[in-house]
């Protein structure tokens, strides 16, 4: 199933993610770090990645701390500069709820619009958003599995970012499969199960 999947993927058409330069060094100068060796080097193959025809299909390995979140963030910049829109998943309430600070405080001064769906967001306001998503009113949403429980449409999805994949159910994991025909992947992880290591080692994943 996962060499079909891969296959098909080959074969298929994505969509090509590259922002206006400009735009990007404004948002990389408003990080309020310095970035890691590691870190520029995972940014730059990943704006490779998102700019090619074919789907990415990435894992993104580094401990807790280490800058992941930032990597995200900048190619859901691109993402959503190319007129695309996000979806960043969380395996918890907690963890989407501090991915959604993060970003917010992040993408405060580029007008991007984010929004949070998880098990606290009232049926009122995921309405709301969803509608917001599927109109493209909403850039980037932040979220649980719950996401999945609304109808949510991913035609203009360009970039599917899953945090600590290892810790989704079954169920979800059948729903993350259809995306990786023809939507760039980038999944983070910290403690990168084997089965994960091995589909990358056999280049069913990069």
Known sequence: EILDIESRRLKSTGYVLKANEEDVNIFNKDFPFTETADQLEAINTIYKDIALVKPMNRVLCGDVGFGKTEVAMRSAFVCINSNKQAILLCPSTVLSEQHYES???RFKNTG???KLINRHTTKKNKDE???GFNNKTIDIIIGTHALFQNNVKF???GLLIVDEEQKFGVSIKENLR???TNVDVLALTATPIPRT???S???ARD
């Open 103 to 105: 970003f917010l405080e």
């Open 112 to 114: 991007a619009s984010i």
């Open 129 to 131: 958003y969803v509608k």
């Open 155 to 157: 035609k203009d999805l």
């Open 178 to 180: 259809a995306f990786k």
């Open 197 to 199: 290591l091995q589909f």
């Open 201 to 203: 080692l056999m280049s």
